[in-house]
């Protein structure tokens, strides 16, 4: 049986991920590229989540219209109490 990974708050310390996604007209997410990240499930959390979010579209002549915006979650180190 393999061993469940650790995916505690100490896991994501450090890790980032930045994405580039089609955002349609309607402000659904279309197509996302990964585009840098130094862990592999935080990339795919990012990619499977952003699938679901929504933004306000692009416009050009008060027209929506579809456009590539790139975003990135990035795991700090939480700060320690006094």
């Given amino acids: 049986m393999m061993a469940k990974p650790d995916l505690s708050r100490d896991y994501w310390s450090g890790k980032y991920a930045e994405v580039e996604a089609l955002v349609l007209e309607d402000g659904s997410v279309s ?4 585009i840098a990240g130094n862990d592999k499930k935080l990339m795919e959390l990012l990619i499977g989540a952003a699938h679901g979010w929504k933004f306000a579209p ?3 002549d008060g027209k929506p ?4 915006i790139a975003f ?7 700060k320690k109490a006094a």
């Fill in 31 to 34: 197509e996302i590229r990964p």
């Fill in 58 to 60: 692009g416009s050009c």
């Fill in 65 to 68: 219209v579809r456009q590539w």
């Fill in 72 to 78: 990135s979650i990035d795991c700090r180190p939480a």
